[in-house]
């Protein structure tokens, strides 16, 4: 595990120790999230703080996976990811068709459910099941975005979307150059770019969490109807 995050593979708790340390920032963007949506009432959100939980998960399954590496760390680190992504997905539709917070956590426990059982049962098509729950969740959020932009209170926090968007983007071009075998890769520096990669996704997806799963409404979607003459 981890062999094709570029850093240098020891032993003990940190085997990967950069990598491991990095993994952190989700728990703690994950747990912020949690404990903001507690504290202020105006924010409360029962899908903010399983949003919270969900990253917290990730952040943890990422430090076993490059740290101690158990086994069936794979499966958690993966699944945890997927479901993530699948929340994402979701509360999108969930915002586009006006379904309650029941509804949607509902939704999510089956797609998480189901696509922990696909990553146990085929652990190979792991890059598969996440590409096609990352590709649902896209194209949620863009529709309800898209929705949204009628709506005169939302066109301010399309800048919020391009720093998203820009953080998820240079996510990912670093931990393409740091990869194993990449231009950048340097297995033994402290500096290692999956790490850098785990800092701005968690970034990312704690500032999409905050602004807009904190947020969402059922009806956000709904393009208001014309006022009859």
Not at 39 to 64: K, N, P
Not at 116 to 141: C, D, K, M, R, Y
Request: some cysteine; overall charge positive.
């Amino acid at each position: 595990m981890g062999q094709s995050d570029c850093e240098h593979i020891g032993a003990g708790l940190l085997a990967q120790p950069t990598n491991t340390v990095s993994s952190l920032a989700f728990v703690i963007c994950g747990l912020w999230l949690v404990g903001t949506s507690v504290r202020h009432q105006r924010r409360e959100s029962i899908l903010l703080i399983v949003y919270g939980f969900t990253m917290a998960t990730v952040g943890l399954g990422s430090f076993a996976f490059h740290g101690p590496m158990p086994r069936g760390t794979q499966l958690v680190h993966d699944a945890s990811v997927a479901a993530l992504l699948l929340l994402v997905a979701v509360v999108a539709l969930g915002a586009s068709e006006g379904w309650d917070d029941r509804r949607v956590l509902t939704i999510f426990g089956l797609g998480a459910g189901i696509a922990t059982a696909l990553l146990g049962i085929f652990p190979q098509a792991s890059n598969a099941v996440l590409a096609a729950v990352f590709v649902a969740a896209t194209a949620s959020e863009a529709r309800r975005l898209t929705g949204r932009q009628s709506n005169p209170g939302w066109g301010g926090r399309i800048r919020l979307y391009w720093i998203v968007v820009a953080l998820v983007a240079m996510a990912v071009i670093v931990n393409t150059i740091g990869r194993t075998g990449g231009l950048l890769c340097e297995p033994t520096s402290l500096l290692q770019w999956h790490a850098v990669w785990h800092v701005f996704t968690a970034a990312a997806l704690g500032i999409y969490g905050y602004h807009v799963v904190g947020n969402v409404k059922p009806t956000d979607n709904r393009i208001p109807s014309q006022r009859s003459s």
